[in-house]
């Protein structure tokens, strides 16, 4: 059973960057599939920005231009670069990989943008 631990969130101010960081317990390479979702309080999950096995990326609107998905293969982590950070960012954020019968989650990082 893969495992997903998220680390990097905390409070920053508007117009701030953040690095989050997703450590899997195996290599990622056995993901099709890794993502970035957020929850913002009283919201549903949207999903963020993703990244695929091929290196192919996407991302939702409202971070395009701001966030950056990257991948370390042989530090089987997969980053989310944010930068220009706004209060409409404040979330949990958590990570997610796929393969083609299971889904894994991490625990989430908060991540508040606030003055």
């Known amino acids: 059973q893969a495992q997903l631990v998220e680390s990097g969130g905390g409070l920053v101010q508007p117009g701030g960057s953040l690095r989050l960081s997703c450590a899997a317990s195996e290599t990622i390479r056995s993901f099709y599939f890794m993502g970035w979702y957020r929850q913002p309080p009283g919201k549903q999950r949207e999903l963020v920005a993703t990244?695929?096995?091929?290196?192919?990326?996407n991302y939702v609107d409202s971070v395009k231009g701001r966030f950056t998905i990257s991948r370390d293969d042989a530090k089987n982590t997969v980053y989310l670069q944010m930068n220009s950070l706004k209060p409409e960012d404040t979330a949990v954020y958590f990570c997610n990989a796929r393969k083609q019968f299971s889904t894994f989650w991490g625990q989430g990082t908060q991540v508040t943008v606030s003055s």
């Open positions: 990244v695929y096995s091929d290196g192919s990326t």
